[in-house]
């Protein structure tokens, strides 16, 4: 067996600390990203290029990675994100606050293009489409759909123009063991009745 070190995320540039109200970050959102697991909670991180060019990361905390969801923030639109001090919630409990605002003429990047993946070239779907052809269809039943992609359904029926900018950014800000709950929140949110 050969063993290598595991390091460290590393690589995510400046890391912003909310600490004093007024605090702004405004530009171009790049992506979001898994961070590190404090008091067992894997934080997440958006990394934002200024307007001078340099990236920037920031923790987003529950309060902003909701709104971020609930928003259909996805990379490529242009934020400001202002820090207005700490809150105390219902629950007694304290958090801080934030002003989020978008540009509404930025556009979001689509997920494909976020990976640098093309899709196929005409003549390639062509070439499938006639492979197929030639093939037998199955005669069993497709599967039932997982509660993941039936949730999704439920969304895109509610939702038509904010279903794919919503799977995109939880496929992009989750792993896919935790986009169900944030699927089922995202859409309690919203007021869309979920069973169990």
């Known amino acids: 067996m050969a063993f290598k070190e595991l390091v460290g995320s590393g690589g995510i540039g400046t890391v912003l600390k909310w600490q004093t109200p ?13 961070g590190k ?20 990361t920031i923790p987003l905390t529950t309060v ?10 996805a990379p490529g639109n242009v934020l400001r994100i202002t820090f207005t001090g700490k809150e105390t919630g219902k629950n007694g409990m304290e958090y801080k ?8 003429n930025s556009e979001p990047v689509p997920p494909a293009a976020q990976q640098n993946v093309t899709g ?4 390639e779907i062509e070439a499938a489409k006639a492979m197929l052809a030639g093939l037998d269809r199955p005669t069993e039943p497709a ?15 509610s939702n038509p123009k904010g279903a794919a900018a919503i799977k995109g950014a939880l496929e ?12 089922k929140e995202t859409l309690v949110h ?4 979920v069973d169990g």
Do not use: C, W
Request: glycine share 6%; aromatic share 6%.
């Open 22 to 34: 007024g605090q702004v970050v405004q530009g171009r959102l790049v992506a979001t990203k898994r």
């Open 172 to 183: 992009a800000m989750y792993p896919e063991s935790e986009r169900l709950g944030k699927l």
């Open 37 to 56: 697991v404090f008091n067992g909670r894997t934080t997440t991180l958006a990394i934002i290029k200024q307007e001078n060019g340099v990236d920037i």
């Open 190 to 193: 919203q007021g869309i009745k």
């Open 120 to 123: 196929p070239t005409p003549a």
């Open 64 to 73: 902003l990675e909701s709104r971020f969801i609930e928003n259909n923030l």
């Open 143 to 157: 599967p039932p759909a997982s509660e993941y992609d039936r949730l999704l359904a439920v969304l895109h029926a």
């Open 97 to 104: 606050a934030f002003k989020l605002e978008i540009d509404d």
